[in-house]
Structure formats: structure tokens, C-alpha cells
């Protein structure tokens, strides 16, 4: 998403959790002769998402495309998936989308402008067994978008 963003003249930050990774990341797009910031983002907490948010809008500009493409995923049979595992998993999957997007429509809607990009993934309405948390993360996903597209 981001080099194709880069590539058609956006000017684009990406964010994510790990320092090092997202460095890594920029960096692979700088070479390819790209204008990319960064912000690290832990997109489960609002004050990070906030932070990251306020970061970008003041290096890139306000955001007028917003990807959210931060996920995780755990393989286990529902009757052995843990709490902690369900809730990380959502709040990575689903409140992450929730949170960012919560953070950037404000600026979108004061501009009358801006598009909100939601990964989801084909699991949202062909499930597996060996998946279901990250299933029903992922068809939460689908209608809250259909809900913020209104």
C-alpha cells in the first residue's frame, strides 16, 4: 500500500509497533526513491494512536488516505484459545482499526474530504475452525465498514 501510495505522489507515513522493523521498512522504500516518515504506533492504545496520529499530521500533512492493515493472527481450536489470546487478537484486529480510524475521521470530517482503507481478509466470510477468533475479527472488520461508509 504505501509504495503504491508513494508511487502515485502521496506523501505517506507508515506506522508500526517495532522500531527496528519499521526502520527497516522506510528504509526499503527510501531506497526505491520514495518520500516515507514513520511513527511508531501500538495501535491497541489510544494515547499511542494519538500520538502517532498528531506525528504524522505534522510531518506529511493532514491524512487524506488512511490504511489500516495492523494484524495478528492465532491458530488454535476455539475450545483451546485463551482469553489473553482472544483479547490481543481483537484488540490488534478490531480495536486497532476502530481506534485509528476514530483518530483520523475527526481531521477527514472538519476537511470534508479523506478515505479509510480497512484490511480484512477473505477469513471475514469463509471460515475455518482452526481460526474462528481471527475469523469473527475479521467479519467485525467488514461491517464496521460498511457502517463507517454509511
Request: charged fraction near 20%.
Amino acid at each position: 500500500f504505501a509504495e503504491a501510495l508513494a508511487s502515485a505522489g502521496a506523501r505517506v507515513t507508515i506506522g508500526g509497533r517495532k522500531a527496528g522493523d519499521l526502520k527497516v521498512a522506510a528504509d526499503r522504500l527510501r531506497a526505491a526513491g520514495h518520500s516515507i516518515a514513520e511513527a511508531v504506533i501500538d495501535v491497541t492504545d489510544t494515547q499511542s494512536v494519538d500520538k502517532a496520529v498528531a506525528a504524522a499530521e505534522t510531518g506529511t500533512g493532514p491524512i487524506d488516505i488512511l490504511v489500516n492493515n495492523a494484524g495478528i493472527q492465532r491458530r488454535a481450536p476455539l475450545e483451546s484459545f485463551s482469553d489473553s489470546d482472544w483479547d490481543a487478537l481483537m484488540a490488534t484486529n478490531l480495536d486497532g482499526v476502530f481506534k485509528v480510524s476514530r483518530a483520523v475521521v475527526k481531521g477527514m470530517i472538519a476537511r470534508q474530504r479523506g478515505a479509510i482503507i480497512n484490511v480484512s481478509s477473505v477469513q471475514s466470510v469463509l471460515a475455518r475452525a482452526s481460526i474462528a477468533p481471527y475469523a469473527a475479527s475479521k467479519g467485525a472488520i467488514t461491517m464496521l465498514t460498511k457502517s463507517m461508509a454509511g
